[in-house]
């Protein structure tokens, strides 16, 4: 039987996830489906239980999701747990077990790919949903020397601080504050401001070897990558590398073996080139 796989989100209509998976699955020679599901906030938890009731093996959880999720696995990996979120739920016997492989895809994409090292650099980190509580702990991993939250609500960038328990390196301030913090040599954007009214950030943020990465791709990244154009920023990377590693470690998983990237990448990223060309 063909093992069934989804991605949950609200929207996902546009997600990248089924043609990855898809092709990630050709390339390893693996059996399965995996699909889309939307599903609003209050009808969530029912589509979980759904999937699971007609065998589903496991799914990526996206916006947004990740850190209603938590509640509804019996087990969480070490990393879901210090994230306060999951993208990533495997089938364990009649309950979910809850992963986490935003942190890793980002480093691995910033660190691999992009060949950048992220030791040493003090670094702001722009929101405290779940895109931002899946990233942060990787960062504090990969040795970065400082992690400044500022969030819109001041409560959920507190909330974070306290889940990543490293009081020395990890501080919260308020938007307020922006230009005053001085520079910082990553600036992550996880909130989801590209798809509304924007953020209005001070180009002091910027310092001269900075690097600037949205965790959107697409439309929704271009407000925040202009910004850091403006502002000086040397490097600027979008999600979409975040988004194909994070699928190969949740491949793995699933499957036992993490798929090369770089033909799944090197395609959508054509594909996205052609897009904005056309517009
Ligand atoms: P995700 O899973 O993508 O993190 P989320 O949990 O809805 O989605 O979080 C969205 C993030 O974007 C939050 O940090 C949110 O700030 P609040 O916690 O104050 O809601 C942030 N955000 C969304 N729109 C924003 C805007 N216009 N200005 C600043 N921050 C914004």
């Known amino acids: 039987m063909t093992a069934k796989?989804?991605?949950?989100?609200?929207?996902?209509?546009h997600s990248l996830s089924p043609r990855i998976h898809a092709a990630f699955a050709r390339q390893e020679g693996v059996d399965l489906s995996y699909v889309a599901?939307?599903?609003?906030?209050?009808d969530f938890a029912a589509a979980i239980h759904a999937f699971g009731a007609v065998g589903g093996a496991g799914a990526n959880i996206t916006l947004p999701h990740k850190e209603r999720v938590v509640a509804l696995c019996s087990q969480l990996s070490d990393r879901a747990r210090r994230a306060g979120a999951v993208n990533t739920i495997v089938r364990a016997g009649a309950a979910w077990h809850g992963d986490n492989t935003d942190g890793l895809?980002?480093?691995h994409d910033l660190t691999e790919r992009h060949r950048l090292d992220l030791r040493g650099r003090r670094v702001l980190l722009l929101g405290a949903g779940?895109?931002?509580r899946g990233v942060a702990p990787s960062l504090l991993d990969a040795g970065v020397d400082s992690l400044w939250i500022v969030n819109r609500s001041p409560e959920k960038a507190d909330a974070l601080s306290d889940a990543l328990g490293e009081p020395g390196r990890v501080h919260t301030r308020y938007l307020a504050d922006?230009?005053?913090l001085g520079g910082f040599e990553l600036i992550v954007n996880a909130t989801s401001a590209g798809r509304g009214d924007g953020l209005s950030l001070p180009f002091s943020l910027a310092a001269p070897r900075s690097l600037?990465?949205?965790?959107?791709?697409?439309e929704a990244a271009i407000s925040f990558l202009a910004w850091a154009g403006a502002a000086g920023c040397v490097h600027r990377i979008d999600?979409?590398?975040?988004l194909v590693e994070q699928a190969a470690e949740s491949f793995a998983l699933w499957h036992g073996r993490r798929p090369a990237t770089d033909a799944v990448y090197a395609e959508l990223a054509a594909r996205a080139d052609a897009l904005q060309t056309a517009d």
């Open 5 to 13: 796989y989804a991605v949950f989100g609200h929207p996902v209509a």
């Open 178 to 180: 922006l230009p005053s």
């Open 105 to 107: 895809g980002l480093v």
């Open 212 to 218: 600037a990465v949205d965790l959107s791709y697409g």
């Open 130 to 132: 779940g895109a931002a």
């Open 239 to 242: 999600g979409l590398g975040m």
């Open 37 to 42: 599901i939307e599903a609003a906030p209050e």
